[in-house]
């Protein structure tokens, strides 16, 4: 088992293992973020932080409010997200289940998921 760990651990590449920590700092409770908030949530200096967040938001994966200097997620995320949306075979199988459901009731119908307790 350690074996087949450090055969991991070989492939990976930590200043993307570091960016991705920084993207999971999102969150539906926690949607907008200070660069001191990233520190403390990443235990990464605040250097490499910033040099971090700067790649990402000229990515467009991150967004800094002009006002509030908090970043957020960016479009990029959010179109990325589309396209798992838009392959995500549960939204294929439901939808004539949710149209129909939706003409019997009149309401809006939502289809959701729920991932770590929360709906998604």
Do not use: P
Request: net charge positive.
């Amino acid at each position: 088992m350690k074996e087949k760990l450090k055969h991991n651990q070989i492939y990976r590449v930590k200043s993307l293992d570091k960016a991705l920590h920084i993207l999971n700092c999102f969150s539906f409770q926690k949607r907008d973020i200070s660069l001191t908030e990233i520190c403390q949530v990443t235990s990464l200096n605040k250097t490499t932080v910033k040099r971090l967040v700067s790649t990402l938001t000229s990515w467009g994966y991150l967004q800094q409010d002009a006002e509030s200097k908090r970043y957020q997620l960016g479009l990029r995320v959010f179109e990325l997200g589309g396209i798992v949306f838009s392959s995500f075979s549960l939204r294929k199988v439901a939808v004539s289940y949710i149209t129909h459901l939706q003409q019997m009731t009149g309401s809006i119908t939502l289809l959701g998921v729920i991932i770590d307790d929360q709906l998604v």
